[in-house]
Every structure is written in structure tokens, then in C-alpha cells.
């Protein structure tokens, strides 16, 4: 009788729902059709929140931007940005509100420092020169934190889903690959298109490159370290197979900075292989970064003789990195950063407001810097540095908060690679900095970690760190446990 009248009750809510639908219609509204979706979405983000969350990470690199939808010029990432911010207010709910959360989260160094730099962010939004651009940054930008952080550190403390996080994310990717090597092939991968073919799934080849970049290492280390981690034979030819597919995409994205990227994180790893120590690596690191801050004239200088430009071939193409003479794309980053670093100097402490660099930065150009493409609005990249978009936008206390967030991500990560007593625990923090550092590299000239296609891998490879340190460290190796 039960089951008789649950049918009764499933066929009178269809019959409702397919006479509203059909009004609803009639009158030209069509997003009725999406409710039942929406609703089934909805039960799984509460009951299996680890499913939807693994779900989005497939669904991001295959999502399509649509610029200005009719709602406040607003635009939309789609399926991916509805599926975010229902996540983000699920997280809210059932993980603050109603009190299910592991706590011991927000107590971990890097949590703290991602909470300061939060706070901060939200603090100088007040301040902010373009107040409803700036609380737009935050709320996005807490969106991400929210899911790929404070969630995905719960969710890693399966360490499996650590694996599937990686893997949904690069089979996703692979698709877009695939996809971007066909079309490119009509065009017998010409440089000259090799900048939008990627379209629409991905807005330009850096961001592209970029994406790619980071999971090059985890393939790597999957194929290499197979036998002693004890991955199957059958794992470990894909990891091969794909490790192949990804370098070959890196390397007809004609993405300078890309390659550069993946030079920089062999050049760490064999720091890692011959153990150098975290503090010695940031003494050295800092010595350096205040060498070229002092002498930047001077380096500037000598790099404006290099004529090399950015279109003729792969090996010129990339001894072009440095021109700054003639090399129109060199050129115009320069004039950006300068814009920034003048900017900082009107506003040290608070900067402009977050997110609103393009708005702001045309009067500060320096005329010795401005080239053909220059524009008064950022319509045509914002300000090209990971670094110096914190600094224009919330000053040297949002510049030093962010960089307080990876001093703990790599000191822990450190740790984990030096002192953790599972291998395969070191393997994968291995592998996540080696990624990590491609794009805190690529974040030299390009600044992509407000953007859905990097802010997934960038929170959640800090989220990975964190849990791998809170929950996984200590723990004996269990076989196959990465699969």
C-alpha cells in the first residue's frame, strides 16, 4: 500500500509539473524545465556533498564563459558558476550553521593565514574606490575559498578523493585537449591562431598553457614512481600516455611563460632531490627577488636588447620571453606593472579596492612604456602579475597577507616531501608543488586565480596540503590506497 501510494503521489506532482511546464512555455518562459534539475542537484549537495563537489571539478574545464547576460552586465561560466555558488551556500548551512565541520580546520596555519587575507580583502572593500566591483571580488572570490578550501580539506581526508580530484579534473581537461588538437590541426598548428583555437572553453592560450602546466608533474610522478607506490600497470601506461598528450599541448599553446613554468619546477624538484632546506631556499629566494627590485632599471635596460620576436618559430619564440624592445605582448605587460607600481605608491597601505585594477590604472601608465595596443580600460588583460594586481588593488598588507598563504603552503609542503613517514604521502605533496609552482611561476606575467579554470586547482592544491598534513602524514602505507 506504501509503494502504491508514493507512485499516486509521483504521478500527481508529474502531472502538475508537466501542465506548469507547459504553461510556462507557452507564455516564453523556459527555465521552469530546469527545476526538477535544480532540486535533484540540491539533494545531492546535501546528502552527498563529495559527490557534486567532484562532479564541478570534470565540469570546470569544460565550462563556457558567457560575457554580459542581461543582469547588471554581469557574466556567467556555465554549467560550472550555478553549481558553485550552490555549493558555497550548501558548505554554509550544513557545514557553519548547522555545526558539521571539523573545526580543527580553521586552526592550521594555512587556514589562518587564508582567513587574514580574507578578512583583509573584505576590510579594504569599504575603502574601495569602485565599492560594488570590489564586494563582487570578494563574494566571488570567498565562493571559491569556501568550496575548494574549507570544503575540499574535508573531503580530502579520504586521501582517494585527493586522486579523483586530480584525475576528473584532467579528464576534463583531456577532452578540451583533444577538442583544441583537431581544430589546430586544420590550421597545420599554426602559431598565429594557436592564441584563441582553444575557444570556447578556454578564453586565450594562457590560461590554457596554464591549466595544463599543473598536472603535468602529478602525471609524471604517476608513471614514474608507479612500481613503489603500487599503481597498476594499467594506471601507470595512462599516466604515460597523458603525461605525452599534455607536454605536446604545452608545447603547441606556443604559451611562453608555460614553458618557462615547467623549467622552473624541474629546476625545484632537484632541490628536493638533493634536500635543500625550506628557510635556505627562501634566503636565497628573497636575496634575489630584492636583487632584481633594486637593480630593475638597470635589468630593464640591458633586456631591451634583446630583438627576438615572439612569432617565429619555437625556439625563437622562446628567446623572445625577454624582449622588451620590440616584442609588442613583453612590451605591454611592462607598461601594466609600471601602472600597478605607481599605483601602490598613491595608495601603500590599501590600495585601490580589489578587482579594480582595470578601472584605475590607465591614468597611472608611464608614456615611455605605452605601445600600439595600449588601452585606457583593462579590455585587454588586467595586470598581467599574480603578484602586483594584490599590491595595486589592497596594498602591501594584501600583497604580504597572499604571500603569508604560500610561505605556509610550501613550509608545510616541505615538511610533508622531508618528514612525512608515508611515501606516498611525500610522492603526491611532491607533485602538488611541483604544480603549485608552475603557476605561482606562470604568476610572474599573468594573473589568472580569480578565474574558475585556475581558482578550482589553485585553492584546492592549498586544500590538498592542509589535509594531507592534518589527516594523512602519520599514517602507514595502505596498499593501492591512491586509487
Known sequence: ?????????????????????????????????????????????????DILILLLVFLVPLSIEFENVGIMGLG???????????????????????????YSVFKHPISIAILINTAWIFMDCFLSEHKIISFKYFFSR????????????????????????????????????IYTFIQHSQYNFSQIVSF????????????????IAFFIPYLLMQALYAHKLRIPASIMIISAALFTLFSLAIV?????????????????????????????????????????????DDIIYRLSFNKQNSAEGLEKHLESVSNIQNDVSNLERVNRWVAAINMSKVKPITGFGPGTYPFDYAVYQDPQYKTEITTYFGDNGGVHSEYLAPLAETGWIGLLSFLLI??????????????????????????????????????????????????????????????????????????????
Not at 556567467?76 to 571539523?102: C, H, Q, R
Request: charged share 10%.
Open 252 to 296: 603547441f599553446s606556443y604559451a611562453r611563460a608555460a614553458w618557462v613554468s615547467l623549467a622552473a619546477a624541474a629546476a625545484l624538484m632537484i632541490l628536493f632531490t638533493l634536500r635543500v632546506r625550506f628557510f635556505l631556499i627562501i634566503a636565497v629566494f628573497s636575496a634575489v627577488s630584492f636583487y632584481v627590485v633594486s637593480n630593475s
Open 196 to 211: 584563441t583555437i582553444m575557444q570556447p572553453f578556454f578564453v586565450g592560450h594562457g590560461v590554457y598553457a596554464a591549466a
Open 1 to 49: 500500500m506504501k509503494i502504491k501510494r508514493k507512485l499516486k503521489w509521483f504521478y500527481v506532482v508529474g502531472a502538475i509539473f508537466i501542465l506548469l511546464n507547459s504553461i510556462a512555455l507557452a507564455m516564453g518562459f523556459q527555465w521552469l524545465a530546469l527545476l526538477p534539475i535544480s532540486f535533484l542537484i540540491l539533494i545531492v549537495a546535501i546528502f552527498r556533498i
Open 76 to 102: 556567467i561560466s556555465l554549467p560550472d558558476e550555478p553549481l558553485l555558488i550552490l555549493l558555497a551556500a550548501t558548505v554554509v548551512f550544513k557545514f557553519i550553521i548547522d555545526g558539521n565541520y571539523d
Open 406 to 483: 604560500l610561505f605556509f603552503v610550501y613550509k608545510t609542503g616541505f615538511q610533508l616531501i622531508y618528514k612525512s613517514k608515508k611515501y606516498s604521502v611525500q610522492i603526491l605533496a611532491t607533485s602538488i608543488l611541483l604544480g603549485l609552482s608552475t603557476y605561482l611561476t606562470h604568476g610572474l606575467v599573468n594573473n589568472y586565480s580569480e578565474t574558475d579554470k585556475i581558482a578550482v586547482i589553485f585553492w584546492g592544491s592549498f586544500a590538498m596540503i592542509t589535509a594531507l598534513d592534518m589527516f594523512h602524514k602519520e599514517e602507514s602505507l595502505i596498499k593501492n590506497e591512491q586509487l
Open 142 to 177: 570567498c565562493w571559491f575559498i569556501i568550496v575548494f578550501y574549507f570544503l575540499a580539506v574535508v573531503l580530502f581526508k579520504k586521501i582517494r578523493n585527493i586522486h579523483n580530484f586530480h584525475w576528473l579534473y584532467i579528464a576534463g581537461l583531456t577532452i578540451v585537449i
